[in-house]
């Protein structure tokens, strides 16, 4: 006797629905995705009409008396320099603005009040100078001048400029004040003035 044959169970598969949960979370990271490109586009647009640049430091004189200084005296500098706002809107809050001469990592004279605080204004250039007094000179410090001088015909010198710095646009200005050096090399000769080549060079700059 035969025995009865069963066809095939056959299995269809159904969608299964998506949960309300699984949907909304996409809608929202879908949202915050477009918000996120719409802000971005914004503040591209704000660079390239804005196009924001640091300020610009130059040193205009630098001079030194005596020079090279003998072991165990007083140097001065005068010093001169140049900061210029390049910006078409943008202006600039200084704090007050220190300097420092170093000889090698050596400090051989500082003031700590070379200007400021004041405004600068887009497009702008202002000078700011100040007399930078010195110690005694160490021997190692007089003798590696005097020996550059004599290989060299002059001697690399470094300026260190300190201050704080705000920026404002019309009505909207930055609140915190970043802390900014400006570093300046200058070759002075034996007549202790500023070298041509050092002259209206820029100084480089960094934050903190």
């Known amino acids: 006797m035969a025995l009865p044959t069963h066809a095939p169970v056959r299995f269809t598969s159904r969608p299964v629905p998506e949960?309300?949960?699984?949907?909304?979370?996409k809608q929202v990271c879908s949202f915050v995705l477009s918000v996120l490109f719409v802000a971005a586009f914004i503040l591209f647009l704000l660079w390239l009409a804005l196009r924001p640049h640091r300020p610009r430091f130059h040193i205009s004189s630098f001079s030194a008396s005596p020079f090279p200084p003998p072991e165990s005296s007083s140097p001065s500098f005068s010093v001169q320099?140049?900061?210029?706002?390049?910006?078409?809107?943008?202006?600039?809050?200084?704090?007050?603005?220190?300097?420092t001469v170093y000889f090698r990592s050596n400090q051989i004279a500082s003031n700590t009040d070379?200007?400021?605080?004041?405004?600068q204004p887009p497009k702008n250039t202002k000078t700011v100078g100040a007399?930078?007094?010195?110690g005694?000179?160490?021997?190692?410090?007089?003798?590696g001048m005097q020996n550059d001088l004599s290989e060299n015909g002059y001697v690399n010198l470094r300026l260190v400029l300190k201050t704080t710095l705000r920026f404002r646009l019309s009505a909207w200005e930055t609140h915190g004040a970043r802390v900014m050096h400006?570093?300046?090399?200058?070759?002075?000769?034996?007549?202790?003035?500023i070298m041509a080549e050092s002259k209206s060079k820029r100084c480089s700059m960094y934050f903190f």
């Open 182 to 193: 400006v570093s300046c090399d200058v070759a002075v000769g034996s007549d202790g003035q």
């Open 19 to 25: 949960s309300l949960k699984k949907r909304l979370s």
């Open 114 to 119: 070379m200007g400021g605080p004041f405004f």
């Open 131 to 134: 007399q930078l007094e010195g």
């Open 136 to 143: 005694s000179i160490e021997p190692l410090d007089a003798a």
């Open 81 to 99: 320099i140049a900061i210029r706002n390049p910006n078409r809107k943008i202006g600039f809050f200084f704090g007050p603005i220190s300097g």
